[in-house]
Nanobody, 120 residues
Framework: QVQLVESGGGLVQPGGSLRLSCAAS????????MGWYRQVPGKQRELTAL???????TYADYVKGRFTISRDNPKNTVYLQMTNLEPEDTAVYYC??????????????WGQGTQVTVSS
């Protein structure tokens, strides 16, 4: 079993910055793509950013130029640096990781989410 724990959310003023962290723990064999999604009440969860273990990134159009995803492989941690935050970025941010265990049956794992609120 692999667990993901997010941290770093909170209340920030418009134009401010936050850095989210997501640490994987448990019986980790190989972590592949890691990423962030977000969800607001009444809407579907949507992709924010993805980062493969080869270094390729994917960003949602609404965050390009403002958010940066990165990872520390020895620490099994992925980060989301968010700058120039807007009220529309208010959401619960979820970490997601593709884990391949020893039996090679890859499975996506979700974290529990961390609230980000952008408000003056």
């Amino acid at each position: 079993q692999v667990q993901l724990v997010e941290s770093g959310g909170g209340l920030v003023q418009p134009g401010g910055s936050l850095r989210l962290s997501c640490a994987a723990s448990g019986s980790i064999f190989m972590l592949n793509t890691m990423g962030w999604y977000r969800q607001v009440p009444g809407k579907q969860r949507e992709l924010t950013a993805l980062l493969t273990n080869g270094g390729s990134t994917t960003y949602a159009d609404y965050v390009k130029g403002r958010f940066t995803i990165s990872r520390d492989n020895p620490k099994n941690t992925v980060y989301l640096q968010m700058t120039n935050l807007e009220p529309e970025d208010t959401a619960v941010y979820y970490c997601r990781a593709l884990h391949t265990p020893r039996d090679l049956r890859s499975v996506w794992v979700w974290g529990q989410g961390t609230q980000v609120t952008v408000s003056s």
